[in-house]
């Protein structure tokens, strides 16, 4: 792999940048990346300045909601490595399902109790409740990112990224359930799918060492790949 490499990050819902750090300190073993914490704030402050410092290759790892972001405000990101995020969370035929109900009552009980609400989803991230106790969170911040989660529709513009998209779901995952992502994805170069059977939605948190390995794979194929398009462009 060629030096450097520059891997943007961006955390999903009810986390900040610090969401990254147990896969970042994998990472950083392997000496060839260089690392930017995008930071949407809802804990700390907003940090959404990542064109600092050019690299001729970026890489964007994102998770949840923060794929919702990336497609929303990031033009030409290049290779995405998507874990858990989906252009759209409920399409009109699931919004008498189950999930869609919880969902409307997390976003009811989180004006009355936010505290009550951030632990109920940490606990089905598959993280302790008092995971983030100490940090002070932007509520309005959080339930502004949440109300439009639901009118999300994304496919389209999803589409119209030119660079490879590769998206890792769990079947054990208790906040994005199991569908059938590739009708969301429609561009051909974004159907790459990883399924994972047993881990919970905060994986690259809780299994930085797994997470790195496929992060590993994904960029070394990406990149052989590329070399051999550029070799028959000579």
């Known amino acids: 792999m060629n030096r450097k490499i520059r891997i943007n990050f961006i955390h999903g819902w009810g986390f900040d940048s610090s969401f990254w750090l147990p896969l970042a300190k994998e990472l950083k073993k392997i000496n060839c990346f260089d690392f930017f914490y995008y930071n949407l ?76 609400v951030l632990e109920n989803f940490y606990i089905n991230c598959g993280l302790k409740k008092n995971y983030n106790y100490k940090k002070i969170f932007d509520i309005p911040r959080l339930i502004n ?12 513009k999803t589409s119209k990224l030119k660079h490879k998209i590769f998206s890792v779901y769990s079947f054990a995952d208790k906040i994005l359930k199991n569908r059938d992502f590739k009708k969301y994805f429609k561009n051909k170069n974004h159907q790459n799918f990883v399924f994972l059977e047993k881990d919970s939605h905060a994986f690259p948190y809780l299994e930085p060492e797994k997470c790195k390995s496929l992060i590993i794979k994904i960029i070394s194929e990406q990149t052989k790949e590329d070399e051999k398009k550029n070799k028959a462009v000579i």
């Open 41 to 116: 704030g809802f804990v700390g402050k907003e940090n959404l300045d990542g064109k600092k410092k050019k690299f001729k290759k970026e890489i964007f790892i994102v998770h949840s909601i923060g794929f919702n972001w990336l497609v929303k405000n990031i033009n030409k990101p290049g290779l995405i490595i998507n874990f858990f995020g989906s252009p759209i969370f409920f399409d009109d035929l699931e919004k008498d399902k189950v999930e869609y109900r919880s969902y409307k009552n997390m976003l009811k009980d989180i004006k009355i109790n936010e505290k009550k």
């Open 145 to 156: 990112f949440l109300e439009k989660l639901q009118n999300d529709k994304l496919v389209e």
